[in-house]
């Protein structure tokens, strides 16, 4: 079967035929439907992210981890023709987190991804998978269910962050987040998913980026009543919530001493190569301060599950806007070429499977 290929930690990506899983009892057979594309995928390709490596037993990696598929053989609960969202990491099977089901805080580092590390990913035709890993998504949502695995990622950093939160009342006189502001760094699929989780729960949000918003970045920002600032130009943030999606030192240590007392900010975007120094100046504001930090990856089955009520709340409060975090369609063949690409104006990037 045609797949999407990389040989980590070597640079490249290839298209190429593959062979075909045999059939395995108790696992179900799923056809894939379109693969969203993120940075993760991107560092594979380039061979930046070293951490990646192939299943045991073979020396290239199937890729692919943002996936919608449709159930080809059912098993249990899952039929013919339902959608689903394959969970991305497997526990070590051996630490307490793993066994009970939170392999996101997997405390031995022995977990496989699949697609990014140990385990083949879904950038191919049809693929096995047990049914504990497998996120149903109901058929209405359609398409939009290949934007569930970013936003467990999503859900799962909010749930710690309330979680972590209680340590005091963090809301305001009237229980919600109405009087309090949310500022997100970065507008890419993972910042736009941001601020309209952060809007859903109530926040006043400010998306910022250190260029001006695209023409589609405009419209979802202010389709859901957000507004856009140019870190570029002189503006003036001071939020009870920081989220920096960017991984860039230099966007959000700035941003710290305007933070409102009692904040907390969530690490989420990675990425190199950027040296940006903290004072011990900076150190004291953040514990005067009681600003909370929290860094966060990947997701739990239920944070998925929790995902979904997103989607749903979503489609139907803002209509054809969520289309829109949608910006490319490509072939299977195209893969390598958007691969190794970011393309201009882009959010997220899918790949076709027919």
């Known amino acids: 079967m045609k797949a999407v290929v990389v040989n980590p930690p070597n640079a490249g990506v290839e298209v190429r035929d593959v062979p075909s899983e045999p059939p395995s009892q108790g696992k179900v057979l799923i056809r894939t439907r379109l693969n969203g594309l993120c940075g993760t995928d991107r560092g594979i390709v380039s061979g930046k ?39 991305v990491r497997r526990g070590c099977g051996s630490c307490l987190n793993c066994n009970l089901g939170r392999q996101d805080f997997c405390e031995t580092g022995n977990f496989t991804e699949i697609g990014i590390r140990g385990a083949h990913g879904t950038m191919r035709e049809e693929f096995l998978d047990e049914e504990r890993y497998l996120v149903k998504v109901p058929n209405s949502l359609g398409e939009l269910g290949v934007l569930l695995e970013p936003l467990s990622n999503v859900v799962k950093a909010l749930n710690e962050v309330e979680y972590v939160q209680r340590r005091m009342w963090w809301r305001c006189g009237d229980s919600t987040y109405s009087c309090m502001t949310a500022a997100v760094l970065g507008s890419g699929p993972i910042g736009l998913l941001f601020s309209l989780a952060l809007k859903t729960m109530g926040f006043n949000v400010i998306v910022a ?29 001071r939020p009870d919530l920081l989220v920096d999606t960017s991984g860039h030192p230099s966007a959000f240590i700035p941003v710290l001493p305007k933070m409102k007392k009692n904040g907390a900010l969530i690490l989420f ?16 504001t953040l514990v005067e301060n009681n600003i909370l930090i929290v860094g966060s990856v990947n997701a739990s089955k239920s944070d998925f599950e929790a995902g979904v009520n997103f989607l749903l709340n979503w489609k139907a409060k803002y209509a054809n806007l969520l289309e829109k975090l949608i910006t490319k369609r490509v072939k299977v063949e195209e893969a390598p070429d958007v691969l190794t690409r970011k393309l201009p104006g882009e959010i997220k990037t899918v790949i076709e499977w027919k």
């Open 49 to 87: 992210l070293t951490f990646s490596r192939p299943p045991l037993g073979y020396n290239y990696l199937i890729l692919g981890h943002e996936t919608l598929g449709e159930v080809v053989e059912g098993n249990g609960r899952l039929r013919k023709g339902d959608l689903v969202v394959p969970v």
């Open 269 to 284: 975007g990675t990425t190199g190569n950027e040296s940006y120094g903290m004072t011990a100046e900076d150190v004291t």
């Open 209 to 237: 980026n250190r260029r001006p918003p695209s023409e589609v970045e405009s419209e979802i920002v202010e389709g859901i009543d957000a507004k856009f600032v140019n870190t570029s130009e002189k503006v003036d943030i």
